[in-house]
């Protein structure tokens, strides 16, 4: 079964709006979760580093004041895209690793109109 | 920095067909190794992994080889099935780090029955 659970699967809402995304890691606890981005028919690229109870470690190249990283707990850590502008829609992935591997969740489909 | 190359893709074969997408890596570590396998609109699942040189990953009748002297992690399947139509990601991990992963740009594949 899934051992990290991402809310929600799909969101589609108007130029302007914030959007949360919530990354959960379940019946373990992370200190560190990764969030990606992909673009349609490419690969993964890493965005930020999320850390428990510190700032997140963003990759160069994004935006920290556009994408908004909070690990609030030992098992939850939530991406706010803000002021979501058609651009930044995309596939947005999380990751926590247990033991070696990482677990990754489903996925969030992002779509500004 | 670490990076990934993996064959470039699509990739359309025949059920029973043999199949190989082959990955080398340059990493300045000693890299854990994977591949990961992501289904139309879902997130990445773990295949298989490799943790140092010689060692053997393997799942689902898929293969893959830490070759260090190549540099190469190579998947293999003797026997495709249309079940297996799906993206594969081949991926480093260098764990001296906070284990961010470094993905290739990802092979579609597609077996026709």
């Known amino acids: 079964g899934a051992v990290v659970s991402q809310h929600p699967s799909w969101v589609i809402c108007k130029s302007g709006t914030s959007v949360k995304i919530e990354c959960r890691s379940l019946d373990f606890q992370a200190t560190t979760m990764f969030w990606y981005r992909q673009f349609p028919k490419q690969s993964l690229m890493l965005m930020a580093t999320?850390?428990?109870?510190?700032?997140?470690?963003?990759e160069q190249g994004v935006e920290k004041d556009k994408f908004l990283i909070n690990h609030a707990s030992l098992t939850l850590s939530t991406l706010t895209v803000t002021s979501a502008h058609p651009e930044d829609s995309s596939f947005y992935i999380c990751?926590?690793?247990?033991?070696?591997?990482?677990?990754f969740g489903d996925g969030t489909r992002l779509s500004i109109l | 920095g670490d990076s990934v190359t993996q064959m470039e893709g699509p990739v359309t074969l025949s059920e029973e067909a043999f199949l190989t997408i082959n990955c080398t890596y340059t990493a300045t570590g000693y890299p854990s190794l994977f591949w990961y396998v992501q289904y139309p609109g879902e997130g990445l699942q773990l295949l298989l992994k490799a943790t140092k040189a010689d060692d053997k990953g393997s799942n689902k009748g898929f293969e893959a080889t830490y070759r260090k002297e190549t540099t190469s992690f190579h998947l293999e399947k003797g026997s495709v099935q249309v079940s297996d139509s799906a993206v594969y990601f081949c991926a480093l991990s260098d764990r001296r780090g906070a284990q961010k992963l470094v993905f290739g740009q990802g092979t579609r594949l597609t077996i026709n029955p």
């Open positions: 999320s850390n428990e109870g510190s700032k997140a470690t963003y």
């Open positions: 990751s926590a690793p247990l033991g070696e591997p990482q677990h």
